[in-house]
C-alpha cells in the first residue's frame, strides 16, 4: 500500500456537538457499514455510552473512499476523558474540529483545539447541525476565524444528521490531513488502547509508526520486557477484520495472548524480537488521578472478583488507578484514583454491568501535599494516612484553571460562585469572545469543584455556561483531620479532612447525621466532632429507658425507689464501660455526605 494514500484524522468536540453523528455519516457514504446495520452511535460500543447519549472510549474504524485508506478515530467530549482525546491525537495527521451551529464554540471545543494544535496536527473546522431553526452559521463561522485564523472556504457547514454537505468533509480530509511519515524500517508501533477478551487475551490498539507485524511473528513490548506472538492481526471495519499483515502508517489490533492485563501498557511500543528496535517511541505522560474515592463490596467475599474486574477496567481506561485498602467498618477494598466525578461514575457502572458488582462508594476527596518538618512529602489522599499534626509543616492543595465560557449577562452569577469555592482570579480575569461571550479565567482548588459545582455552575447561568479545567499546580491550604468520638472511643473509619475555617459547621453536620441514625442505647450517648483533640461540634443521643418498676403493685414507696437507685448506678456503669456497635448506614451517611 502506497503511504501517500493513507490518511489518519480523530474527531474532536465539545460534549453533544455531533462527532457520533458525523462519524456514522462517514460510515454511510464511504459504504464501510450496510444500510441494514448502520445504527445511530455506531462507534459508541457500550450500552452505557448509548444510554447517555456520549462518547466514553475512543474507538477506531478503517474507511474505504476514491482509493485511499482513512483511518478515524472518534473521540469522548467530556473533560474527565481528556486522555482518550490526547491518546487519539498522537496517532493522527489531521483533526476533524466540530462545532454545534446552535451553540458555537464552547469550552471544551478549546481545550481539544490546544491538545490537537500541540501534536501539530492539520485542523479542518467543521460547523455542525445547520439544519436546525436556531443555527446560526456566519456568527459561529466568525468565531471560528477568529480562534483558528482560518479562510472562509476552509470551514465546511454540515448537518450530521441528515447528511448535507458529509462529501466535503471527506475531500477535505484527503486534500488537507499530510500521509503518515516512515523514517526508518524496524518495526515500531505505538499502543494507544487496549482491550480484554475472555478467549484470546488482551488485544492492544497500535498505530504502526514503521515496520510491518504479520501473523505469528515473534512481539516484544519494550516497557515492560515481555514477549509474545501475534495471535491475529487486523484492522478495524469497525468489528475486528483480520489481515495478514499490518504495514507502516496503518491503524488497527494485535491480538497478543497474554493473559494478565498489567503485560500490555497503554503507552507501550511493540517491536519484533528477530529485529528489534533500539528505542521505544515516546509514548504518553502517565496521567495523574485527580479525585480520589474508595470501592468496598456489599458481599465481602466478592473482594477477589472486584480485584480481578479492576485490572480489566485498567486495561481499557488508563486513567483509572487502585490500591488495596482495608476499613474496619467496611472491610477490604481498593482506594481508587478517577480524573473527575463522571469518571468515577462511569467507572462504578461498568463494574456493575460488566462484572455484576455491587460496589459502595466513599465521598470522593483529592490527594494532599503535605511537607513533613523532617523533609519528607508525602501524598495523602485518605484521613487515614493523615500525619500527626506535630509532624506536619506544610500542606498544600491541587488547583485548577477553570475556565469558564458563558454569557456576558451571567459573569456576577459566576464570579460569586468561583469565589465561595475559594477561587482567585487568573491575569487575564475576563476574555471576551464576542460581544455576548466571555471566558472567565479563575484558579480553584479542586476540592471545591469535584462534588457540586457543575451543577450550581448550571444554575447561575440559566444552563448556558460550559467549562473545562486542567492541573495547574498545589498552593498551601489550612485543612485538618476531623476526627469523629462516639461515646468518648475514637472511631477512625468516621475521620475525615475539612478546612479549617469549616470545620464547626462540617463537624455539626456529622454529628447531627449520627444522631439521626445511630440505635438508642441503655446509656446516654455522646457524639463529638475534635480537630486537633479540641471539641467543635457535640450533640447526645438520650438513654432508652426501660421501666423497672413495672413488676410492681403497690406496696411500700421506698421499694420503688430501690429498683431506680439501682437503673441509676447500672447506667452510669455502662456509660463508663458501654460499647456501641455503629451500624455500615452510620458509615455510608459521613462517607457520602
Known amino acids: 500500500m502506497n503511504l501517500d494514500r493513507i490518511r489518519n484524522f480523530c474527531i474532536i468536540a465539545h460534549i453533544d456537538h455531533g462527532k457520533s453523528t458525523l462519524a456514522d455519516r462517514l460510515l454511510e457514504i464511504t459504504g464501510t457499514v450496510s444500510t441494514r446495520e448502520l445504527k445511530a452511535q455506531m462507534l459508541d460500543t457500550m450500552d452505557l455510552e448509548r444510554e447517555r447519549g456520549i462518547t466514553i472510549k475512543l474507538q477506531p474504524v478503517r474507511m474505504n473512499y476514491q482509493g485511499y485508506i482513512l483511518n478515524l478515530i472518534d473521540t469522548p467530549g467530556h473533560v474527565d476523558f481528556t486522555y482518550e482525546v490526547s491518546r487519539s491525537l498522537a496517532c493522527c495527521e489531521g483533526a476533524l474540529l466540530i462545532v454545534d451551529a446552535t451553540q458555537g464554540i464552547q469550552a471544551q471545543t478549546l481545550a481539544n ?7 501539530n496536527l492539520e485542523i479542518i473546522p467543521v460547523i455542525n447541525k445547520i439544519d436546525l431553526p436556531a443555527a446560526n452559521v456566519s456568527a459561529v463561522r466568525e ?6 485564523g482560518s479562510k472562509d472556504e476552509e470551514i465546511i457547514a454540515v448537518s450530521a444528521k441528515t447528511g448535507e454537505n458529509i462529501t466535503a468533509v471527506l475531500q477535505a480530509v484527503i486534500n488537507r490531513v499530510p500521509p503518515p511519515t516512515v523514517s526508518a524500517d524496524t518495526t515500531q508501533a505505538l499502543i494507544f488502547d487496549s482491550t480484554f477478551d475472555d478467549y484470546r487475551g488482551v488485544v492492544a490498539y497500535v498505530r504502526l509508526m514503521q515496520g510491518t507485524i504479520k501473523r505469528f511473528d515473534q512481539l516484544t513490548f519494550m516497557a515492560t520486557h515481555k514477549q509474545s506472538e501475534a495471535l491475529e492481526v487486523g484492522f478495524f471495519s469497525p468489528k475486528y477484520l483480520a489481515q495478514p499483515q499490518l504495514l507502516p502508517g496503518e491503524i488497527g489490533y494485535v491480538i497478543t495472548g497474554f493473559k494478565e492485563v498489567a503485560d500490555c501498557k497503554v503507552g507501550d511500543t511493540i517491536t519484533l524480537t528477530k529485529t528489534p528496535a533500539t528505542k521505544p517511541l515516546p509514548g504518553y505522560t502517565e496521567v495523574k488521578p485527580m479525585v480520589y474515592a474508595s470501592l468496598f463490596c456489599k458481599e465481602g467475599d466478592d473482594y477477589p472478583q472486584l480485584r480481578e474486574a479492576l485490572g480489566k477496567l485498567k486495561l ?8 488495596p485498602e482495608n476499613s474496619k467498618a467496611l472491610g477490604y477494598g481498593f482506594r481508587c484514583g478517577f480524573l473527575g466525578l463522571l469518571h468515577l461514575e462511569i467507572v462504578q457502572e461498568r463494574l456493575k454491568r460488566e462484572h455484576e458488582l455491587d460496589v459502595i462508594v466513599t465521598a470522593p476527596s483529592v490527594a494532599y501535599r503535605v511537607t513533613q518538618r523532617a523533609g519528607q512529602v508525602i501524598m495523602v489522599s485518605s484521613p487515614l494516612d493523615w500525619p500527626d499534626p506535630t509532624v506536619i509543616e506544610l500542606v498544600e492543595e491541587p488547583v485548577m484553571q477553570v475556565d469558564v465560557l458563558t454569557p456576558s449577562q451571567y459573569i456576577g452569577g459566576t464570579i460569586s460562585l468561583l469565589q465561595d469555592k475559594h477561587g482567585q482570579p487568573t491575569a487575564s480575569e475576563i476574555e471576551y ?4 461571550r466571555v471566558i472567565i479565567h479563575y484558579l480553584v482548588p479542586l476540592a471545591g469543584i469535584i462534588v457540586d459545582f457543575y451543577d450550581k455552575l448550571k444554575n447561575v447561568s440559566s444552563g448556558y455556561a460550559s467549562m473545562n479545567y486542567e492541573f495547574k499546580g498545589y498552593i498551601p491550604c489550612q485543612v485538618r483531620r476531623m476526627d469523629i468520638l462516639v461515646a468518648g472511643d475514637q472511631v477512625e473509619a468516621l475521620a475525615t479532612i475539612v478546612y479549617q475555617a469549616e470545620a464547626i459547621s462540617a463537624g455539626r453536620k456529622i454529628v447531627e447525621e449520627l444522631k439521626k441514625i445511630l440505635p438508642r442505647q441503655l446509656f446516654e450517648v455522646r457524639l463529638q466532632a475534635a480537630l486537633n483533640g479540641k471539641v467543635v461540634a457535640s450533640e447526645h443521643i438520650p438513654a432508652m429507658r426501660k421501666d423497672v418498676t413495672a413488676k410492681l403493685y403497690g406496696g411500700d414507696v421506698t421499694r420503688k425507689r430501690k ?3 439501682k437503673q441509676k448506678k447500672g447506667k452510669a456503669r455502662m456509660k463508663s464501660i458501654g460499647k456501641v456497635d455503629i451500624p455500615k448506614d452510620a458509615f455510608l451517611a459521613v462517607l457520602k455526605r
Do not use: R
Open 113 to 119: 483545539l490546544y491538545l490537537a494544535v500541540e501534536q
Open 143 to 148: 468565531e471560528i476565524k477568529k480562534i483558528l
Open 316 to 323: 481499557s481506561d488508563a486513567a483509572l488507578a487502585f490500591e
Open 433 to 436: 469572545l464576542d460581544a455576548n
Open 563 to 565: 429498683l431506680l437507685e
